[in-house]
């Protein structure tokens, strides 16, 4: 168990739809990752959060969104949904990489994104 | 960004074998690199970190090499067994390392059989 609980687990949705996904970070834990995996794209950083302000962007769609709250857990807010959004997405948290630190990467089991 | 290759999306071995899994990058040199084992539907986790001014690290049946002239990263797994079965990804942070994101190799899906 990493400590990192992600919810929901599954999610079926239909094209068009919007569909948030929450992430409670390690206790400690100020920086807040997303991630997207899908088989033909491996593992894909979306948008790092620290403290409750965004530090970091990555290949994140304008449809997609995100937050961190003053409790330090996190949403990812995915709207228009479309089929090639189907994915597993992967929050992660980590002590203290929001200072350039080297620390590794707690993952959560995913949410697991099914758009039919 | 950072382009990462890690070698042939599969490899299967004997047990009691050594795997040998290669990372390969093409840009900037990281200030670090780290690896990741995944099971199926499971999150990543790490395994082992290796930074740039160290040539070795090992934890107990894992070694990982670092070598910053060839930008190439080996890890190593010895007396594998059924269980190491495994996505094994290799991760390294952005220029700089102060922004945060790490970059993920697709991974090698190794298969230890009896």
């Known amino acids: 168990d990493s400590g990192v609980t992600q919810t929901p687990k599954h999610l079926i949705t239909a094209t068009g739809q919007r569909v948030t996904l929450r992430c409670s970070p390690r206790?400690?834990?100020?920086?807040v990752y997303w991630y997207q995996q899908s088989l033909d794209q491996g593992l894909q950083f979306l948008i790092q959060y620290y403290n409750g302000e965004e530090r970091a962007k990555g290949n994140i769609l304008e449809r997609f969104s995100a937050q961190q709250f003053p409790d330090l857990h996190s949403e990812l807010n995915l709207s228009s949904l479309e089929l090639g959004d189907s994915a597993l997405y992967f929050c992660a948290s980590s002590s203290d990489r929001g200072l350039g630190g080297t620390g590794e990467l707690f993952f959560g089991e995913g949410s697991r994104l099914t758009v039919l | 960004s950072q382009k990462i290759e890690q070698n042939s999306e599969a490899l299967n071995i004997q047990e009691g074998k050594t795997a040998t899994l290669t990372c390969n990058y093409t840009n900037y040199s990281p200030a670090y690199l780290q690896w990741y084992r995944q099971d199926p539907g499971r999150g990543p986790v790490f395994l082992l970190l290796?930074?740039?001014?160290?040539k070795e690290k090992r934890k107990e049946r894992l070694k990982v090499t670092f070598d910053t002239t060839l930008k190439q990263s080996l890890f190593h797994i010895t007396a594998s067994q059924p269980a190491d079965s495994a996505t094994y990804l290799c991760a390294l942070p952005d220029r700089g390392s102060t922004l945060g994101r790490l970059y993920f190799g697709r991974g090698t899906q190794l298969t230890v059989w009896p």
């Open positions: 290796i930074r740039e001014n160290e």
């Open positions: 206790s400690g834990d100020l920086s």
